[in-house]
């Protein structure tokens, strides 16, 4: 089986987060950047899945600016055969990313292509889809359980209330969650072997895109509390704050 896993570089969920110059991107300076958490679900099902049939080839392919490199090397650190990484500037939108990853991977006759639910910068939850739908692929989204045999798939959907089940034929794209697995972590051997495995840098072209970010804001900040009183005599006047001025009764 040939699987192919996409990811993104984001920065370090723990860091601390100051807006550019520009009003329109993040300042990048002392921010540490890794794999997308939701991707490294996909990376380490990818790895079982060729461990468990004995044979086939896993590729990592990122879209990015030269700096993707070293987030493709902890993927292959990880174990993942071989890396791509689809060179651009600027910051495309979902849509292009998409766009660029279906080339790709409709090249490339992959039978099993994986991705993150979502990306843990952006929480759009739109490339996995988009690529399904550009590669006419059956898609099934946020996977927590995953049954591969037969050229067939089960997958397992938390939803609200219960567990969905879905099925499909490969190819296919799935998008993965947590609660699918535990990703392991890179050994030291690992990491030196995979200095040697091949990553293929291949520039490409991005189109206009449909989206355009015209300002970053950081949240407002959160309003002092407020003590109303003290046991149930500062019931009533608590009611009426909720009732007139919060308006959430």
């Not at 990484?85 to 279906?102: H, N, Q, T, V, W």
């Not at 898609?139 to 397992?156: P, Q, R």
């Not at 392991?184 to 051997?189: I, Y």
């Amino acid at each position: 089986m040939k699987i192919a896993v996409c990811l993104k570089r984001v920065p370090d969920t723990t860091s601390k987060i100051v807006i550019g110059a520009d009003g329109r991107s993040i300042d990048e300076a002392g921010i540490k950047f890794v794999p997308n958490p939701f991707d490294e679900y996909a990376l380490e099902e990818a790895l079982k899945l060729k461990e468990a049939a004995g044979s086939g080839e896993t590729v990592v392919i990122s879209v990015g600016r030269d700096a993707a490199q070293e987030t493709i090397r902890t993927a292959l650190a990880m174990g993942i055969d071989r890396g791509v990484l689809l060179k651009c500037g600027g910051s495309p939108d979902g849509l292009e990313i998409a766009r660029l990853l279906a080339a790709e991977l409709t090249a490339g006759g992959f039978d099993l292509i994986l991705l993150g639910k979502l990306a843990a910068d952006d929480y759009n939850h739109q490339v996995g889809p988009m690529v399904a739908e550009l590669m006419e692929l059956p898609c099934i989204t946020a996977v927590a359980h995953l049954t591969v045999a037969n050229g067939s798939i089960e997958a397992e959907r938390e939803i609200e209330g219960g567990v969905e089940v879905a099925t499909c034929v490969l190819p296919a794209v799935l998008t993965c969650d947590k609660g699918l697995n535990n990703p392991r972590l890179p050994s030291l051997k690992g990491i030196m072997a995979a200095k040697k495995k091949p990553l293929e840098v291949k520039d490409v072209a991005v189109g206009p895109g449909s989206l355009a970010v015209l300002g970053l804001a950081l949240p407002p900040e959160r309003a002092p509390g407020r003590i109303v009183g003290e046991g149930p005599d500062a019931v009533p006047e608590l009611a009426r704050l909720l009732r007139e001025e919060a308006k959430v009764i």
